[in-house]
């Protein structure tokens, strides 16, 4: 009687499996279900206000690459975190800070006034822009940028904001590129960046 060969049959099937299931996730990060060979489709137009007052579109993506992270000022940690390695990174750049755009768009726009922004953001690099809007134009941009966020009750009757944490490239003329690293160091990091001024 012939050896049946099903426990190798079994563990290829279950590799093959799993890593159509990590493909299909990816494609889908990606918008690769859309075509094959469409670029993702993350971006579109918007209408913010910065913490100065002024108004901000996706026009001003135009021209310059673009750093864009979506957070809240109330967020405990990794908001501040991120901020802080966009500061470095910018102060890493010198001079050529003033041809990157660096956006801090809120997912909290309840509690995240133009005021508030502004005073938040006067703790880190005068280059970053704080962006905020009624909750209809911040639920646009951030299904635009495919970007998670849910507000989740605390005890105390106060909340806070689930949301993606990644840093988003856009290039010059205003297309996603890829998440950007922070978790190196800020020369690094600006050397990486330059590439795309």
Known sequence: MAARPTKPLVVFSAFAASLAVSLLVVMWLL????????????????????????????????????????????????????????????????????????????VDPGRDTQAVMKDYLSSFDPHLRGLTGKPDDIARVLSEYRVYAKKTPLKDGDYTMDHTALIYLMDKNGHFVAPFNLKQTPAAAAADLRRYL
Request: proline content about 7%.
């Open 31 to 106: 918008g690769g279900f859309r075509s094959v060979t469409a670029p993702a489709a993350i971006g579109g137009p918007f209408r913010l206000t910065d913490q100065s007052g002024q108004v901000v579109t996706e026009k001003a993506l135009q021209g310059k690459p673009t750093l864009i992270f979506f957070g809240y000022t109330h967020c405990p940690d990794v908001c501040p975190t991120s901020l802080f390695e966009m500061s470095e990174l910018l102060r890493a750049m010198g001079k050529d800070a003033d041809k990157v755009n660096a956006f801090f768009v809120s």
